[in-house]
């Protein structure tokens, strides 16, 4: 059974740091195989991606709006994607999911999420 399992959240001031992490189980194929992602929901918001990690292609990718504050990476030795959110904004308050993609069969995975509050 796959599992996707998310730590790392909780409360911070303005322009402070956390760095998530998304523990990954039970897949099928090689983690390295999966694309990892994060995305984001806050109250009343569609879920956003935030940012994106193809292992094989070293492809990264990030929503504008976190260009520059947040670095997705990911070990494939231990099937874990971080995300490293630097100078955090008060609108960077959501709750982060990961995700997992398999290209080769469509197959995709959700982690049930941890909560980011970015408040003074």
């Known amino acids: 059974q796959v599992q996707l399992v998310e730590s790392g959240g909780g409360l911070v001031q303005p322009g402070g740091s956390l760095r998530l992490s998304c523990a990954a189980s039970?897949?099928?194929?090689?983690?390295?195989?999966?694309?990892m992602s994060w995305y984001r929901q806050a109250p009343g918001k569609e879920r956003e991606l935030v940012a994106h990690i193809i292992s094989a292609r070293g492809i990264r990718n990030y929503a504008d709006s976190v260009k520059g504050r947040f670095t997705i990476s990911r070990d494939n030795a231990k099937s874990t994607v971080y995300l490293q959110m630097n100078s955090l904004k008060p609108e960077d308050t959501a709750v982060y999911y990961c995700?997992?993609?398999?290209?080769?069969?469509?197959?995709?995975?959700w982690g049930q999420g941890t909560q980011v509050t970015v408040s003074s």
């Open positions: 995700k997992a993609f398999h290209f080769g069969t469509a197959s995709g995975y």
């Open positions: 039970g897949f099928t194929f090689t983690f390295s195989s999966y694309a």
